[in-house]
């Protein structure tokens, strides 16, 4: 089976633009969550959906969006993007949100020149 | 609130030494505790975790993990060290109830030496 996938692994963007990035969870998987990794610090949570509803969401400005669809992917969408966006963004699928093994992809590499 | 505190940003072994990574959690609530690898430009994969059942956990590649509430410690460790080993480990917390999301720690590079 499939695990995690994300797309696209690397993205360049400038200062200013938008930015999607998405996210195929494991097949049965219902529950998606987005995390951010700086360079050098540990992932930090951005948004969870379930069932295409948000079921939380970290402490991320509004630039910082994202959706569930029905098949359960997910898009994380960044407008006017930063230098300080510049991140390895993980999604993660679970079975259900209050489900504990998380399983991640290998993340999308966004550098924000 | 809950978070980890890992200790070391960087460890350094020899190959067939013993692994120590020290997690130290604070936690308001009995957690989920935690710990992930993560190989250079890949993603995390999942170790081991504590669900509240037996306080020694063991996970894969000969990990294991030791629950000890009264020192608010879930220090991960390897009998002998390879060099396969060599890569990022985060210590993670979540509550164990309701619907909250990972709290990740800083992480601690292992790397081991020949």
């Known amino acids: 089976d499939a695990g995690v996938t994300q797309s696209p692994t690397h993205l360049i963007k400038t200062r200013g633009q938008h930015v999607t990035l998405r996210c195929s969870p494991i097949?049965?998987?219902?529950?998606v969550s987005w995390y951010q990794q700086v360079l050098g610090q540990g992932p930090q949570f951005i948004f969870q959906y379930y069932e295409k509803e948000e079921r939380g969401r970290g402490n991320f400005p509004d630039r910082f969006s994202a959706r569930q669809f029905p098949n359960y992917s997910s898009e994380l969408n960044v407008n006017a993007l930063l230098l300080g966006d510049s991140a390895l963004y993980l999604c993660?699928?679970?079975?259900?949100?209050?489900?504990?093994?998380?399983?991640f992809g290998s993340g999308t590499q966004l550098s924000v020149l | 609130a809950q978070s980890v505190t890992q200790l070391g940003s960087h460890v350094s072994v020899s190959e067939g030494a013993l692994v120590l990574l020290r997690c130290n959690y604070s936690?308001?609530?009995?957690?989920?505790l935690f710990w992930y690898v993560q190989y250079p430009n890949q993603g995390l994969q999942l170790l081991l975790k504590y669900t509240s059942a037996a306080t020694l956990v063991k996970g894969i590649n000969g990990f294991e993990a030791e629950f000890k509430k009264s020192e608010t410690s879930f220090h991960l460790t390897k009998p002998s060290a390879h060099m396969s080993d060599a890569a990022e480990y985060f210590c993670a917390v979540r509550m164990n109830s309701g619907n909250t999301p990972l709290v990740f720690g800083k992480g601690t590079r292992l790397s081991v030496i020949a």
């Open positions: 936690s308001s609530v009995p957690p989920y």
């Open positions: 993660a699928s679970s079975l259900a949100p209050s489900n504990e093994k998380l399983f």
């Open positions: 097949s049965g998987h219902k529950s």
